[in-house]
């Protein structure tokens, strides 16, 4: 707070006590500079000045100005029979709309920034110009960003990238989940409209016919569940692997890498798409089991109904879930391994030596020195699989693009068992244009992942454990 | 979610630079020529229009189509599309065809329907959506044929929406039916479910529908007297947890038990029936060419079998099902892009398609020089078919009470969640 009154209050004070070219700044933003000699350096100034007004008022103002409504004329065609010729209505729409206003606001804000960044600048340089210290010229300024400003050069690209590519798209999503749009609302032709909190009162209500509530719950312990076990299972399997590839008794150590890693090579749809296909209901396994006879031991000892005549592998909750795990970790290890492989061969062996001395055996020194230590250096990474697997769509979306609910409440909010919010999510745009609740819904997947990673991150990385293992 | 961000981000900018570019000069021109048009020649008759279209026309007219993937359409396509140039040799036409899954035409338009194709070719199903997103243009007029007159009526009424004409009539051979194989099962045994399944497990084979999927299992509600209708707000109404209803459901439900029935997804079906396994299944003219191959002389088609509901034996009930040509709104020629749909859609080419495809004509005049088992047993079965009007709503609830039934699950409280979820309100 108090950071932010010294913002103001330092532009109040070099308006207060500029002279004539920082007041004339206020008006002209170049004036300043023109006082000091500054030429080039005033003209630039005067130039954006001059782009971004012009912006604002030219490309901007007609969508700001719409912002509060998302546009009120709906597209009217008139199609005239003789001519074969269409006429269309000046209509607004209501995504361009929101868009460009984001943007504009955003234009705004920063010229905001700038403006009283400025000021400041200018009533700097008449302080530098009465204690008569050097003030620099054009050639200078140019100079500075190869030395003292090199950080601005190298940082205006990637800042400007962030901007279009994370900050607004992300904006961009946060304003969708307070708007109508959905397969009713379809710009160009249809506006959408602003509607308040609505999206989320539904996203968090259940009754017989808004069962959101009812699916997010679920689908929401699933995706967690899911998130943390098929890091760990992934993440142990890959660490016993590499030891055992790396133990001193294995023989053909390049074989076996390069077996596993022949896996990755594949593209992971193909496989999973197939795997799919082979683990269906009327799949090759399915008919393999029924063939000698695992089906029928499956009935006999209550894993199935009496009367099922297949096994349902991807089509029943619980054998889903499990299921998707086993092939996760087969699909899943071999990337651990590589990175464990790494970690193993760099396990500082005067640690290991040591505890052989004290009389440690094989596996207190794996439980007491390798996995602590593995731990520490994979923190960070693990707790970003974590969130990767969140988001993990390939793996769930393939294995069960077929999978059917039994349950109508699941089904009445288009969600299964098998979903993660992600693919819930891309069932919602993708096949029922529902964007509004498909927003609204990435919303509360985005405050859980960064909730995540800022809590873990700051305890992992936070205070001084890394004195630890020094 | 992001990627979609991104993509709509770009699709935006490219759109407004249109805009800035040439959207309010263009916007003008036409204005003034369609005033000075209905002043000058307000008895001009078609041919006046085609003319003055081409009189109007500069440069190249670029047209784009979009049909389905396969190989046979594309082929099929491609000639008619020179043809149709060649009608007009003063105009220099560039009609670029586009392959795209008829299931997911609607997708791939709405996706961003100003970059869409100016004409595609999509099933009936997708009419609404469509319509309701403003990606179809109203057929205001037509210029080679009246649809009105060469069209069954039943396909020019399905290719309309609150009234207006939206598409143009094409195909209308996209429902449902029954496939059997004649060599192994008699016209007795496939009159019934019941008969048979009771057929398929004595020969240890397999029947089925799709059951787990809305679009099959209405013609089971529909035939046993239930009903499903939508309102005009895109809800639905819906009456399947009746006395009827639950009475239907517990007959598919003792039906689905059969060991021989099955309920598999395309795939499923038809790697099952070059295995020799499926000897009857309710399926459509797109596998036309795989069962005929898998059944050799013993491929056969008729209506659907009918099932008993409290004893008395009811007609399964079908969707009918058309393919449309529909020309985008956003269209860079609208003139030129409904020429080529009318084109595309007259009596010789919808025959040139059914010989291509074997996909039934909606022209009468082609219709009558069609017959094949299929298109009789669509003839057969067209008395019981309804014409698909169902809000969005319909589908997630009705596959997962498919997969109820499918699983022996039927309730009174199944019935009455599902029907709660079909029809729940629309925003």
Known sequence: MKKIANYFKDFGYAVAHGDIWVKLSLLIMGAGYFGRKQIARGILMTLLQVGVISSIFGVF??????????????????????????????????LLILLFGIIGVLVIVAFIALYIGNIKAVYRIQKMKEDGEHINSFLDDIASFKNERFHITLLTLPSIGVILINVIPILFMICIAFTNYDENHQPPTYLFTWIGIKNFVNLFTTSQTITFGYAFVRVLAWTLIWAVVATATTFLGGILLAQFINHEDTHFKGMWRSLFVITIGIPQFVTLLLISKMFGDSGIVNTFCSNVGITEFFRNIGLLNPGDSFIPFLSKPGWVHVNIILVNIWIGIPYQML???????????????????DGANKFQIFWKITMPYVLFITGPSLIQSVIQNINNFNVIYLLT??????????????????????????RLTNEYSNFKMASAIGIVTFIICSALSLLTFSRMIGGDKEGVYR | ?????????????????????????????????????????????????????????????NIDLWCSETEEYQTVMKKLCDDFAAQYPDVDFNITLGAVSEADMKDRVLEDVEAAADVFIFPDDQLEALVKAGALNEVAAQYTYDMNETDTPATV????????????????????????????????????????????????????CETANGWYLYGFFKGAGCSLTENEDQSNNCDWNNETGLAAAESLQSIASS???????????????????????????????????????????????????????????????????????????????????????????????????????????ALAKASSPALDALAAQSEFAELQRVGGNYWSPAESLGKNILDGKVSQQVLDDAVAGITQPVE
């Open chain 2, 1 to 61: 979610m992001k990627k979609k961000l991104v993509s709509a981000l770009l699709v935006s900018t490219m759109a407004v630079s249109a805009f800035v570019g040439c959207g309010a000069a263009a916007d003008d021109t036409a204005a003034t020529e369609t005033a000075d048009a209905t002043e000058e020649q307000a008895e001009a008759s078609t041919e006046d229009a085609i003319a003055n279209l081409i009189a109007a026309t500069e440069g190249t007219v």
């Open chain 1, 61 to 94: 103002m007609p969508y700001l100005s719409k912002l509060n409504t998302l546009g009120t004329v709906q597209r009217e065609e008139v199609f005239d029979i003789l001519t074969m010729k269409k006429t269309v209505n000046d209509y607004d729409n209501s």
């Open chain 1, 401 to 426: 693009y077929n999978y059917k609910t039994t349950n109508m409440a699941m089904a009445n909010s288009h969600a299964n068992e098998a979903d993660l919010l992600i693919t819930w999510l891309f």
């Open chain 2, 259 to 365: 060991k021989a029935y099955k309920s598999y997804g395309n795939d499923d079906l038809l790697a099952n029936l070059n295995d020799g396994k499926v000897v009857a299944y309710v399926s459509g003219t797109w596998n036309v060419n795989a069962f005929s191959e898998a059944y050799g002389d013993g491929y056969a088609a008729t209506k659907l079998p009918t099932f008993k509901v409290n004893g008395e034996d009811k007609q399964m009930a079908s969707y009918s099902g058309y393919k449309f040509v529909g020309v985008n709104a956003y269209a860079e020629n609208t003139g030129w892009s409904m020429l080529l749909a009318e084109y595309l859609t007259n009596a010789t080419s919808q025959e040139a398609v059914y010989e291509a495809t074997g996909e039934g004509p909606s022209n009468t005049e």
């Open chain 1, 339 to 357: 990175v464990a492989t790494g970690i193993l061969m760099n396990i500082p062996s005067d640690q290991i030596e040591s505890a052989k001395i």
């Open chain 2, 157 to 208: 009424e399905a290719a309309q929406y609150d009234g207006k004409q939206y598409g143009y009539p094409f195909t209308a051979s996209n429902g449902y039916f029954l496939y059997y194989d004649k060599n192994q099962l008699s016209d007795e045994d496939v009159a019934s479910w019941e008969a048979l399944t009771a057929k398929a497990e004595e020969l240890g084979k397999e029947v089925g």
